[in-house]
């Protein structure tokens, strides 16, 4: 009799409900993790830019600048250039000449307008370039916290010297560079580089013939109409500071003139005999 009873008795069955996030749900933490994101980047750009020069911080403006040309130092646009920057020292590389960088220099002055001025007259940035496209190839700049570096290099075919004589391609682009030199009172360092020597010698003839280069340069200044007072220093590197990996590219001989950021000191009068 009992048995029957507990049959009939009902089967009770509890379902717990699950609610979709549990404790007053998860979405903030999306919320969290996003504002944590944020805040890291903020916190990672106050300190890029605390680290950065102004010329990098320029360069990044100028990266994000629109295809038309509205900065007097680089942008895009269809000039002379092709859209190309005057301070993209890659992409002249890749049109055959050189190119001027101005990664080496730090901080802003009236001295980097007046040098990339030069820079532009040179190069032909906006207008007519004092230097023909087969003169071009021969020449890179870069503005450094020295100044402007104008090198002028050897390709295969068309050397600079002829047994450290300047030919007449070197006394062209020195004649071309010179009108602009020659008003500006900024000093001026003659600076050459030869390739390495493929046979080692007892006595390296690369300091001697790099010396005779630069003075030969100097030299040359004089005849192109620059006075030779302006020069403040001649110097030879022979081979120890190649632009290439082949140490015996013909790429490695080369000149370099620099424009220097200062004017040479006047002459101090001697005072009269007591």
Do not use: C
Not at 211 to 223: C, I, Y
């Amino acid at each position: 009799m009992s048995s029957s009873k507990d049959n009939a008795r009902p089967i009770i069955i509890k379902r717990k409900k699950v609610i979709a996030g549990g404790h007053h749900g998860g979405a903030w933490k999306v919320a969290y993790a996003d504002f944590v994101t944020a805040m890291m980047a903020f916190f990672m750009l106050m300190w890029l830019l605390n680290a950065t020069t102004e010329q990098q911080r320029k360069g990044l403006a100028d990266y994000f600048s629109p295809t038309i040309a509205i900065s007097r130092a680089s942008g895009g646009g269809d000039g002379a250039f092709g859209g190309r920057s005057l301070a993209s020292d890659a992409s002249m590389v890749q049109l055959g000449r050189g190119g001027m960088t101005n990664s080496e220099a730090h901080g802003t002055t009236n001295a980097d307008g007046e040098l990339e001025n030069l820079a532009a007259a040179l190069m032909g940035k906006g207008g007519d370039s004092l230097l023909d496209e087969a003169e071009l190839r021969h020449v890179s700049l870069r503005l450094t916290d020295e100044g402007l570096v104008v090198e002028f290099f050897a390709l295969p075919g068309s050397p600079l010297f002829t047994k450290d004589r300047p030919t007449p391609l070197l006394r062209r682009l020195l004649a071309s560079v010179a009108s602009e030199l020659r008003p500006r009172p900024n000093a001026l360092a003659v600076e050459a580089h030869v390739a390495a020597e493929p046979v080692v010698t007892r006595e390296p003839e690369v300091w001697a013939r790099s010396m005779a280069r630069a003075e030969a340069l100097r030299r040359a200044l004089g005849a192109a109409g620059i006075r030779s007072s302006r020069v403040a220093r001649v110097t030879g590197h022979a081979d120890r500071r190649p632009v290439t990996a082949d140490r015996l590219s013909v790429r490695n001989d080369r000149v370099e003139l620099v424009v220097l950021r200062h004017a040479l000191a006047p002459p101090r009068a001697k005072s009269a005999a007591r």
